[in-house]
């Protein structure tokens, strides 16, 4: 495991999707905007999500929803220097994708965004596995991007919850209800293009908003547990949300 990402539980790793691949991707993600509408003929990522928002949130919703089935993020979760990353900086040598999604942040749509969370509770699976969260042409602070708690491998903790009240995202079902160490809150608002954020699915996080008025952050984030992690093979290699019952468990420990 890398030193940084074991003393931190996170670490940004340059240059991991190449030009190519990031080109395909946002020739994907338009072609399926297109495809929406017979005038559509959108030939950049951020006014076409403009249209969406302003026009037709509705389509913008089916944007949103083909995004995460995208080809090319098949044969990026399962390219060479992804499965060489997760090996060198966590230490996963046999991955397991339980999970993927994708995010388009804008101004004008925060309740969008995620408060203080740990993405174990979200799919379970492993307090071992990792997150790999990529802004697809990287990050600047008028796109905002997480703010993160920095923690030791070996001081990471799986935060008691309770139920959310309100539902805008699946992260309000869980709410945080424990003392949150804001001391060690780290901002990543400054990433390039090609970069991901490797974090494990114990670190607590949450999201910085848009300021930007024409520019989105698109974000793909790829789940993975390791089939050879002792915890995985317990939970039958089963990833999934938790269950009420399991909260409860949780807060009585
Ligand atoms: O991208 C964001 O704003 C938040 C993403 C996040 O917290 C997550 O996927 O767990």
């Known amino acids: 495991m890398d030193n940084e990402y074991k003393n931190n539980s996170f670490k940004i790793v340059n240059d991991l999707v190449s030009k190519s691949e990031r080109q395909i991707l946002q020739n994907q993600l338009l072609k399926i905007a297109n495809n929406l509408g017979a005038d559509f003929n959108f030939d950049?990522?951020?006014?076409?999500?403009?249209?969406?928002?302003?026009?037709?949130?509705?389509?913008?919703?089916?944007?949103?929803?083909?995004?995460?089935?995208?080809?090319?993020?098949?044969?990026?979760?399962?390219?060479?220097?992804?499965?060489k990353n997760l090996k060198k900086v966590c230490g996963i040598d046999n991955p397991a994708l339980v999970d993927v999604n994708c995010r388009i942040d804008s101004s004008g749509e925060e309740k969008f965004l995620f408060d203080w969370h740990q993405d174990y509770w979200f799919s379970v699976s492993s307090t071992k596995a990792v997150v790999v969260w990529m802004p697809i042409s990287g990050l600047n602070p008028s796109i905002g991007g997480l703010e993160i708690i920095s923690s030791h491998q070996k001081n990471i903790k799986t935060y008691k919850t309770k139920q959310g009240t309100k539902y805008d995202s699946y992260a309000d079902a869980f709410l945080i209800d424990d003392v949150i160490p804001y001391e060690d809150v780290k901002i990543i608002d400054q990433m390039d293009a090609g970069s991901a954020l490797f974090f494990s699915f114990s670190s607590l996080h949450k999201s910085l908003p848009v300021l930007s008025k024409d520019k989105s952050r698109f974000t793909i984030q790829f789940r993975f547990a390791d089939f050879d992690d002792k915890e995985f093979i317990n939970n039958h290699y089963r990833p999934g949300q938790v269950t009420k019952e399991s909260v409860v468990k949780s807060e009585t420990k």
């Open 44 to 83: 950049d990522i951020d006014k076409m999500w403009n249209y969406f928002k302003k026009e037709n949130r509705k389509l913008g919703g089916a944007v949103y929803n083909g995004f995460k089935y995208l080809p090319i993020i098949n044969q990026i979760a399962h390219s060479e220097n992804m499965h």
